[in-house]
């Protein structure tokens, strides 16, 4: 779902993949449901005569745009959407004809956090706040499904990945390394 096995290193295995809550595209089905209807009572209550077919074609046309900028376009933004988590990195990818993307090391996360209001309690998302020891510092997440889980999660294994980074020695030599 979303997330090819091309973009992972050889030993690295998919935990989570994810899009954003369904709940962002409620207000284009709504506004489809709206639309439509209404573009078709309007095309019928055009009156008759030598213009009727352009008026047709015009309300049609209207009716066309709003769905494509209102209703497609927010559909493919949540579709190009993609968490994904790794065992040893989060990664998020956006856009629709330009994409960006952002990977953050697990190793680097210090602090994993969640909010979500009444509402979003209720469907079961969130806001993500991700920090790191990086420059960037902050990364938040909007309208993250199953908030509480993948915070558990990137917890879990932002631990896992520290603990299987070789200590370092005060002298920068791995923990073990041979002494001279």
């Known amino acids: 779902m979303g997330f090819p096995d091309k973009l992972l290193a050889p030993d690295e295995r998919r935990v ?31 009156p008759d005569g030598g213009a ?6 015009a309300v049609v046309a209207v009716a066309a745009l709003v769905v494509l900028r209102w209703v497609a376009w927010p559909f493919l933004v949540w579709w190009n959407t993609v968490y994904a ?40 998302c969130g806001t993500l706040v991700v920090e790191s020891a990086g420059e960037r510092g902050q990364l938040e997440l909007r309208n993250v499904p199953k908030v509480e889980h993948v915070q558990r999660t990137l917890y879990r294994l932002s631990d896992d990945a520290r603990d299987q980074v070789p200590q370092r020695l005060d002298d920068g030599r791995p923990d073990g390394a041979d002494r001279q």
């Open 16 to 46: 989570l993949v994810l899009r954003p809550h369904v709940k962002v595209l409620a207000l284009p089905a709504l506004l489809l449901l709206v639309t439509v209807p209404a573009a078709a009572v309007l095309a019928g209550l055009v």
């Open 52 to 57: 009727q077919q352009w008026l047709r074609i």
């Open 85 to 124: 988590i790794t065992d040893r990195r989060l990664v998020i990818r956006t856009g629709v004809l330009s994409r960006s993307g952002h990977d953050m090391p697990l190793t680097r996360m210090n602090d994993v956090s969640f909010s979500h209001n009444v509402i979003e309690r209720a469907l079961g």
